[in-house]
């Protein structure tokens, strides 16, 4: 380059210089300014840890959940313990029976495992709030969410095997009510029944539960993302799927509908699950329902795919799983439920 040549390229980066007047990058320059003018803040408060808990002692590692386990009562407690102490205000219990039947009976039993689990996190930590998930599938022998179209319940004009609706409401009434006396500070029914929170608000209502709030699974899809979820919770369908009350992947105006019915019928918070993929749901329904409070599942197949990656050293797990989880909140969860709380609890303290 001439001399010529390089004052001409430093006269005319001087003149592109002086006509730049807006400069975003002048709120970036240290990490204290860019934690100044962060929009989005993910705390512990925000997260929701899920527990696998089941009869007997001690702990299996779910083997497609690295850091996961399916939890005896007692290793629930300490692992709870763990969360709180971390700063994370709630769990969320899921249920592995001793025992299934085409009805799920343990579900609504007084010694079912979820009701002992209750029974004992509220006696050892009264401060945490224990959110029970309210469905039949991990319960039944067929581990579909419902009663199913056979045998004395058969309806003409339906599929064999169906998922009945309104037969399924009775027994979510009764799990949730079962739940209510055990401890429960929430409900969560996740089986997608139209008229659940209805069936469910009723059964609470009339036993003196009126305070008791409800966090509805307003909008879950028939996601391919379950997997590690099932092995964990051992409620794999035995046949067929649940695209006939989950929703389609491909519909986001349909969580409209889903949302509004719920909020009619008497739901206090909303959910959509999975997370990740639904940005635009949780987005669309933050700027639709504002009101509510908005939880967001960061399911075990999302939990699974960061895992996996890790563990062949292409991504660094901490940055990867604090971008997702504040990318959610972004999209405008208020909550999340997140198999990584705990990871994510100490790395924010960090």
């Keep these: 380059m001439t001399l010529n040549t390089l004052e001409n390229y430093q006269s005319q980066n ?12 002048r709120l970036r320059t240290t990490p204290a300014l860019r934690a100044m003018v962060r929009e989005t803040e993910l705390n512990a408060r925000d997260l929701i840890y899920p527990l696998f ?10 083997h497609s ?14 692992e709870a313990e763990s969360a709180i102490s971390l700063g994370i205000p709630s769990v969320i219990l899921f249920g592995i029976p001793a025992q299934k039947d085409p009805i799920g009976l343990e579900n609504f039993s007084d010694s079912g495992i979820v009701q002992q689990a209750v029974r004992r996190l509220k006696r050892e930590i009264p401060e945490m709030v224990l959110i ?42 009764r799990v949730a009510l079962s739940h209510a006396e055990a401890g429960a500070d929430m409900i969560a029914p996740s089986g997608m029944m139209d008229g659940m929170v209805a069936a469910i608000r009723s059964a609470l209502d009339t036993n003196a539960y009126e305070n008791l709030p409800i966090l509805s699974y307003s909008v879950k899809y028939a996601s391919a993302l379950y997997g590690p979820f099932r092995e964990a919770a051992q409620g794999a369908p035995k046949f ?6 989950q929703m389609d992947p491909a519909n986001a105006r349909e969580a409209l509908r889903e949302v509004a019915m719920d909020i009619e019928e ?3 918070m909303i959910m959509v699950k999975p997370a990740v993929h639904y940005l635009d749901v949780i987005h669309c329904l933050r700027e639709s329902f504002p009101e509510l409070p908005l939880v967001a599942y960061n399911v075990s197949g999302e939990y699974a795919m960061i895992k ?18 504040t990318g959610i909140k972004r999209a ?18 960090e």
């Design 14 to 25: 001087e003149a592109r210089k002086s006509k730049i007047t807006n400069r975003p990058r």
């Design 53 to 62: 808990v089941r009869h007997g002692t001690g702990r299996n590692e779910i």
């Design 65 to 78: 959940m690295p850091g996961i386990y399916q939890l005896s009562v007692d290793e629930a407690v300490r």
């Design 132 to 173: 029970t998930d309210v469905c039949l599938c991990e319960y039944t022998d067929h581990g579909h969410c419902g009663v199913l179209n056979t045998g004395e319940h058969y309806q003409r004009g339906l599929p064999e095997g169906y998922v009945l609706n309104d037969s399924t409401l009775d027994i979510l009434g």
């Design 240 to 245: 067929g799927d649940r695209k006939s009350h």
């Design 266 to 268: 008497g739901t206090d």
């Design 308 to 325: 996996a990656a890790v563990a062949n050293g292409w991504l660094d797990e901490r940055a990867v799983t604090l971008e997702t989880l």
């Design 332 to 349: 405008g969860a208020d909550l999340i439920i997140t198999y990584h709380a705990k990871e994510a609890a100490n790395w924010l303290i």
